[in-house]
């Protein structure tokens, strides 16, 4: 940090120099179509859920096959250092995920879901740096402000264009980059770990809920639960009052307001959103006490805590693509989510199994401790470097 302080100080006397997104690069999302069409060629696509899952983009990440016409395939290529953002999504916390080409994937295209950010001069400013900034606090601020919509929010190549980021020189630019780049392959790495222990954990759960050749109920969720979707109620950001009871959403908390329509131990299952298809966080989670909750989310009340925790754990465990429509993003309505069968043994019997696998859960998840905190603690010093080196508004020297 003192040696980039003393670079800008050096470099940038009277601060550090402000562009808009739209002086740096152009902002394209003509993009193609998940289609196959007769005569026309057969290429790669990359995809909104790529972009969402991974901050570098190569060959091996697309996995999708379509076709377009050879004028699509040269309008929405691919090339080294293209930037590629997310702009629209049901929730404005999806929107602005940012990942970068680490190289030329020929025979590929983009997909109409996401935006290519192609760079004016790529020895000026460093791509990889522009990916953090949409990381950090300052753009996401800009996002959240500057997204339009009711129920599907988003930003337009203009708008995306308009957003301001500092431009430090490029030798600053690199610096910032080598730094967070460490930050981030040590998580990495301790993911990594983490998820062999969540492995084991799944091969367990997996086990105490294979329920085959043994007599057990099924039942759908409407039988063994009521569903309050009814009372939830959706507020624009703008017209929220701060205060201490927490508004969730499809993921959980996204803000917290002065009121609350819900008051008791409830089961929220996610009814928007990417997180539906990628699993990032678990789509089914329990909240108790006084709470808002918007349209994004399912609200389900158990009589008992055991029932409701296995369910939360059986949704989060099993494949839900057959009951989730992607027409444009992932959704689990209210009707398919009462497909859903849930198996339903005696009460004892689920008391026993919820009894083994929260002790587990709590050895996995639980951030107090172990690898889960060392994974928190790592996570929040990013957090903390990243805004430290990239908060240059209104830094003056000299």
Known sequence: MSGIDEIIKRLCPNGVEFKTLGELGVFENIGVDKKIIDGQKKVMLLNFMDVMLNKHINKKTLSMEVTAPDSKIEKCNIKKYDVFITPTSETRDEIGFAAVADEDIPNSVYSYHIIRFRLYEKNNVIPYFISYLFDSIFLRTQIFKASKGLTRFGLSNKDFGKLTVPFPPFIIQQEIVNILDKFTELKAELESELKARQKQYDHYRDELLNFEGNEVEWKTL????????????????????AGKYPYYGASGIVDYVNDFIFDGDFLLISEDGANLITRNTPIAFSISGKSWVNNHAHV?????????????????SIDLNKYISTAAQPKLNQENLNKIPIPLPSFPEQERIINIL?????????????????????RKQYEYYREKLLNFKNVKYG
């Open 358 to 378: 929260d002790k587990f859960d709590s050895l996995v998840n639980d951030i107090s401790m172990g690898l889960p905190a060392e994974i928190e603690a790592r």
């Open 300 to 316: 389900i009340k158990f009589d008992n805590y055991v029932t409701r925790r296995l369910v939360e754990i059986y949704l989060n």
């Open 222 to 241: 409407n039988e063994i639960s009521v569903n309050l979707d009814s009372k939830r109620k959706p507020v624009k950001g703008s017209d929220r009052q």
